[in-house]
């Protein structure tokens, strides 16, 4: 038997899909600490550094991720770093294990470059919020506070995404 793991994938966002992806939403109390879709795809428009992904769990889109990822950047900087700039799971597949599986595929992405030292990433703190889920999978608080968000980074190295996913 598939665990919720198994049948969680990351795909590129095609015309076929956009619209499925853009009609994901959190709960009402959620919409503080996330953009719309739609948003966040109009700002990947004119962001050379956004990697984005639908979230899928077996053939159904029910999440959205952006990295703002600077080794897309040319002239590549000396020292390009990535952060998680969007990440949401649609309210009907919240607490299941998607958003946890989710991002353990995109530290394997991140890693697999084998060119970052950390992962970043931000969060507005409150009740609902996505500070547990960070926290379980090994982000620790930077000390910052950027724009009311606390940022969090967590540290990689070659076997980051293995140690993840035996947990």
């Known amino acids: 038997m598939k665990s919720i793991a198994d ?10 899909t956009v619209r499925a992806v853009v009609k994901l939403s959190v709960t009402e109390h ?29 053939e159904e889109a029910v999440g959205f991720i ?25 309210v009907k597949h919240q607490r299941k294990g998607v958003g946890r ?3 353990l595929l995109v530290i394997e ?24 889920l960070y926290q379980s999978m090994g982000f620790k608080p930077t000390g910052k506070i950027e724009e009311g968000e606390v940022v969090m980074e967590l540290l990689l190295s070659a076997n980051t995404g293995l140690t993840l996913l035996s947990r």
């Open 7 to 16: 049948k969680v994938t990351l795909r590129e966002i095609t015309a076929e």
């Open 30 to 58: 959620q919409n503080r600490f996330v953009a719309p879709n739609a948003e966040s795809l109009a700002q990947a428009l004119f962001a050379p550094e956004a990697w984005y992904r639908a979230i899928y769990l077996g």
């Open 66 to 90: 952006m990295l703002a990822d600077e080794s897309q950047l040319e002239p590549l900087p000396e020292s390009p770093e990535v952060s998680v700039w969007r990440f949401m799971v649609d």
């Open 101 to 103: 599986a989710a991002m």
């Open 109 to 132: 992405h991140v890693v697999r470059k084998g060119i970052f030292e950390k992962l970043e990433l931000s969060y507005v703190p409150g009740e609902g919020g996505p500070e547990h």
